[in-house]
């Protein structure tokens, strides 16, 4: 495989850490540059603080606060970047640290535009029921889904490596260049991978003549790894069941396409809905329009086993 670059946010969560050893396992592999980046949320700060103006007191006492909250988190700042260093050392990796101070999500897209995989820890929050994710108060990583503008693999627990992933498309939006990205880039890490198409009913073309079409545009698409399933049969709360088991290393792999106010991923839903509601050790929400392999290599495409 050759060499990339990944991009890795952190903090001190657990979640922070396991995002952290998978890239620093993968990176050491695949002799990746690996960029960690740490951000102190100075608007948040003063925007908890709020902008007091003299009334009943003078705003002394805010500016004062502010100032030393961000010391604190500076410092806080100046730990993690020696924790993350010794460790990242020990794997002999090419890596940097950057703290930067501002919006974290704004910091993070500056950037994630020089890097080909952005890399975070997820903890997950309650399910929601909106169809869409306005008036709900996300988080980084969930804002991340929305704004990234390259592919974020979400991490909730440790995996040690990526042995397969399980692609999810849709049978009315398929972009065959971003399911050959997808499978070329399992080609070059050596997982396997399967292809699940969710077909909604309104596509005229019957399952077998779809799926031999799409395999006379790329002949290295192999039919038994492909299915169709009824979007109407399952459901999108039967979306986890459609999954299977939740193994490590298996890779749950959707795109993202903008619909103009926010995201959509390929079972229609919002990428924030989908990633409090569906349980899964890692998911890799991919921007459509992000029209390069992740990784890229010589071997030939595994076979789903």
């Known amino acids: 495989m050759k060499?990339?670059?990944?991009?890795?946010?952190?903090?001190?969560?657990?979640?922070s850490l396991f995002a952290s050893e998978f890239v620093w396992s993968f990176a050491s592999q695949s002799q990746?540059?690996?960029?960690?980046?740490?951000?102190?949320?100075?608007?948040?700060?003063?925007?908890?603080?709020?902008q007091e103006k003299a009334g009943l007191i003078g705003s002394g006492p805010y500016v004062a606060a502010y100032q030393g909250i961000c010391e604190s988190l500076r410092e806080i700042g100046r730990k993690l970047e020696d924790s993350y260093s010794a460790r990242a050392t020990s794997h002999q990796i090419e890596s940097t640290f950057v703290c930067s101070e501002g919006d974290p999500v704004e910091e993070i897209r500056k950037v994630a535009k020089d890097h080909d995989l952005l890399v975070v820890g997820y903890r997950k929050r309650p399910a929601v029921e909106y169809p869409v994710c306005q008036g709900i108060k996300l988080s980084r990583a969930e804002r991340l889904a929305h704004l990234s503008p390259i592919p974020i693999l979400f991490v909730q627990k440790p995996i040690p490596t990526i042995t397969e992933f399980a692609i999810f498309v849709s049978m009315?939006?398929?972009?065959?260049?971003?399911?050959?990205?997808?499978?070329?880039?399992?080609?070059?890490?050596?997982?396997s991978y399967n292809v699940t198409i969710l077909a909604s009913g309104v596509h005229e073309e019957p399952a077998a003549s779809f799926v031999r079409d799409l395999i006379e545009v790329d002949n290295e698409i192999q039919a038994e790894n492909i299915k169709i399933v009824s979007a109407a049969d399952h459901g999108l709360l039967n979306f986890g069941q459609m999954i299977g088991s939740v193994d490590q290393g298996r890779v749950v792999v959707l795109p993202t396409v903008d619909s103009g106010e926010h995201r959509i991923t390929s079972t229609g839903e919002c990428p924030t809905e989908l990633l409090r509601r569906v349980e899964f050790e890692s998911i890799l929400l991919w921007p459509e329009e992000?029209?390069?392999?992740l990784f890229s290599g010589e071997a030939a495409l595994v076979k789903a086993g």
Request: negative net charge; hydrophobic residues 40%.
């Open 172 to 191: 009315d939006h398929m972009n065959v260049n971003w399911l050959k990205n997808c499978m070329h880039s399992a080609m070059a890490i050596g997982a």
């Open 32 to 50: 990746s540059k690996v960029t960690a980046q740490h951000t102190i949320d100075t608007a948040g700060t003063l925007q908890f603080l709020g």
């Open 290 to 293: 992000y029209a390069n392999p």
């Open 3 to 15: 060499p990339g670059s990944f991009l890795l946010p952190i903090s001190g969560s657990p979640e």
